[in-house]
């Protein structure tokens, strides 16, 4: 159980294009999911907090206007890069709670990631 | 906001060789995870561990709450060891992890 998938695994877009990236939680609902990035032998950061049903919060210098999110349903957050850049190239990941897990109440479940290469 | 350190930044094993790899963290957190990172980028989710000690074949993990760190113990490494192993700490709910930078290990036949 506790499942969170992502897609797609891997895009190439071309400068200027949007790409949409989708995160879902398999077999629980989530309120609320997390997005994160992560640039080549670095850690990841948090960008965005994902809120079903509600705007979704932004880290300090993550610009929204650029990466749209929409988490319009309990099981469903979209992030859509709007007008990529070359610097956008990234390895973009989700993750989720499934609150109703006794046993792991607060345990995070990652997405397999997404890279994103902007040529 | 919570700050995670871990040490050491990299770590070259011999097969078969035992390692520990800590994590220290600056505020009480609900919620400890440590992951291995395979090179196709997929975060392994190797414990949930906010506290307490727990085993899984030649891994193990101690969280000393009260203190503010945990240790990731690595017995009889094998070369499929390698790879990045990351510290993550939250507060629990609905609030996000914050990663450490992570250890890079490097297990050589």
């Known amino acids: 159980g506790a499942v969170v998938s992502q897609h797609p695994s891997r895009v190439i877009c071309k400068s200027g294009t949007s790409v949409k990236i989708e995160c879902r939680s398999l077999?629980?609902?989530?309120?609320?999911m997390f997005w994160y990035r992560q640039f080549p032998k670095k850690s990841l950061m948090l960008m965005a907090t994902?809120?079903?049903?509600?705007?979704?919060?932004?880290e300090q210098g993550v610009e929204k206007d650029k990466f749209l999110i929409n988490h319009a349903s309990l099981t469903l957050s979209t992030l859509t890069v709007t007008s990529a850049h070359p610097e956008d190239s990234s390895f973009y990941i989700c993750?989720?709670?499934?609150?109703?897990?006794?046993?792991?109440?607060?345990?995070?479940?990652f997405g397999p990631g997404t890279r994103l290469t902007v040529l | 906001g919570i700050q995670v350190e871990q040490s050491p930044p990299d770590l070259i094993l011999q097969e078969g060789a035992n390692s520990t790899l800590r994590c220290n963290f600056s505020?009480?957190?609900?919620?400890l995870q440590w992951f291995h990172q395979n090179p196709w980028g997929q975060l392994i989710n190797l414990f949930y561990?906010?506290?307490g000690t727990k085993q899984n074949g030649r891994l193990s993990a101690t969280t000393v709450a009260t203190e503010r760190y945990s240790l990731l113990y690595i017995s009889s490494s094998q070369t499929t060891d390698s790879g990045v192993y990351f510290c993550?700490?939250?507060?629990?709910?609905?609030?996000?992890?914050?990663f450490g930078k992570g250890t890079r290990l490097s297990v050589i036949a």
């Open positions: 993550a700490v939250g507060k629990g709910g609905n609030t996000p992890l914050v």
């Open positions: 561990i906010p506290s």
């Open positions: 993750s989720a709670r499934d609150a109703l897990r006794r046993s792991t109440f607060n345990e995070q479940f």
């Open positions: 077999d629980f609902q989530a309120t609320t």
């Open positions: 505020d009480s957190v609900n919620n």
């Open positions: 994902s809120n079903e049903g509600s705007k979704a919060t932004y």
